[in-house]
């Protein structure tokens, strides 16, 4: 079935430092991509989304680029400022069995920025 | 933008208490979601619906039920609530915006403890 991986769990950067937050998926329909930014007891946000091959996607200081020939979407940022300390997912549309849209969430990554 | 509000926003209920989550959109939005969050497990889907007088299981819907009276509401009915179900429950609101793709809206989440 369709999935979404984030293989990192934890990722601690010191502030300035760029920082690559990875993202593959794996899905049978034409790939929509999204990223949300969730800080700490609040609800989770939607930080940018694509779904245009090689094309770079940007807000707010990310930005990510869809690669459909590796099947991945990851998120960077070329300077990190200790407000981005963050738990970030990545999330695939997906066509649930009633034929309704969903999305389906990668496990999230902890950013940590460090002064 | 998207106003998804839940209530109430903390809940302790004791085990094998009915519990029930609300959830309001003022957006219009035919598709609403509700979502646990657990450390490690990111987001899981456990019912969404459609429109109004629809419920469809989500990926773990086993102790849980769903009901959309409206467009605007959708609440999440735990009728014997257990300790496993301790944890923050999102509600989302989104519809399809395109050829494959829904976007979602988050709502603050409820913070749920069963003693």
């Known amino acids: 079935g369709d999935s979404v991986t984030q293989t990192e769990g934890l990722v601690t950067l010191t502030k300035g430092l760029p920082v690559m937050l990875n993202c593959t998926y794996q899905?049978?329909?034409?790939?929509?991509l999204f990223w949300y930014v969730q800080h700490l007891n609040e609800a989770p946000k939607l930080l940018l989304k694509s779904s245009t091959d090689n094309k770079r996607t940007e807000h707010q200081g990310f930005y990510a680029t869809l690669h459909k020939s590796s099947s991945s979407f990851h998120l960077q940022k070329s300077s990190v400022q200790l407000s981005d300390s963050a738990l970030y997912f990545c999330?695939?549309?997906?066509?649930?069995?009633?034929?309704?849209?969903?999305?389906?969430f990668g496990s999230g990554t902890q950013l940590t920025v460090m002064p | 933008e998207a106003a998804v509000t839940q209530s109430p926003r903390n809940k302790v209920a004791v085990t094998g208490g009915k519990v029930t989550l609300s959830c309001n959109q003022t957006?219009?939005?035919?598709?609403m979601y509700w979502y646990r969050q657990d450390t490690g497990h990111g987001l899981r889907l456990i019912h969404y619906s459609y429109g109004a007088g629809s419920t469809e299981k989500g990926d773990i819907p086993d102790g849980y039920k769903a009901s959309r009276p409206s467009q605007e509401n959708f609440s999440l009915i735990l009728e014997l609530a257990t300790p496993s179900q301790t944890s923050v429950y999102f509600c989302a609101s989104g519809d399809v915006l395109g050829v494959n793709y829904a976007e979602q809206f988050f709502g603050p989440g409820t913070r749920l403890t069963v003693l």
């Open positions: 899905t049978t329909y034409s790939p929509f």
């Open positions: 957006n219009n939005h035919n598709n």
């Open positions: 999330a695939l549309s997906d066509r649930g069995s009633s034929g309704s849209w969903q999305l389906i």
